[in-house]
């Protein structure tokens, strides 16, 4: 059974870091990423990483600020977060693909955790 837990998701000041985590079991997995979802709009993406260093991709709106990285030792991604902003309050979703690809879009994952709450305070 695949699983896949996200952790490390709390209120934060503006200008703060966090750093989320995402444990996925059950199988490996070509890719792994991020989405957010804020209350009334679309589930969108953040980051993601292939199974080769390097193979990383970021929405603009996070790109210099973000950092997704991995162990595959663990089967473990992480999202270290920095000088966050309210706009970046949302439930932050981990995403995992099991075919070759580092899709920027939601149809091109497979599996999803449950979420885990960003609140950027101002």
């Known amino acids: 059974q695949v699983q896949l837990v996200e952790s490390g998701g709390g209120l934060v000041q503006a200008g703060g870091s966090l750093r989320l985590s995402c444990a996925a079991s059950?199988?490996?997995?070509?890719?792994m990423g991020w989405f957010r979802q804020a209350p009334g709009k679309d589930r969108d993406f953040v980051a993601t990483?292939?199974?080769?260093?390097?193979?990383?991709y970021y929405a603009d709106s996070v790109k210099g600020r973000f950092t997704i990285s991995k162990d595959n030792a663990v089967n473990t991604v992480y999202l270290q977060m920095n000088s966050l902003n309210p706009e970046d309050t949302a439930i932050y979703y981990c995403?995992?693909?099991?075919?070759?690809?580092?899709?920027?879009?939601?149809?091109?994952?497979?599996?999803w955790g449950q979420g885990t709450q960003v609140t950027v305070s101002s």
């Open positions: 059950g199988r490996t997995f070509y890719a």
């Open positions: 995403s995992a693909r099991s075919q070759y690809g580092t899709p920027t879009y939601r149809a091109g994952y497979d599996y």
């Open positions: 990483i292939g199974w080769r260093p390097g193979n990383t």
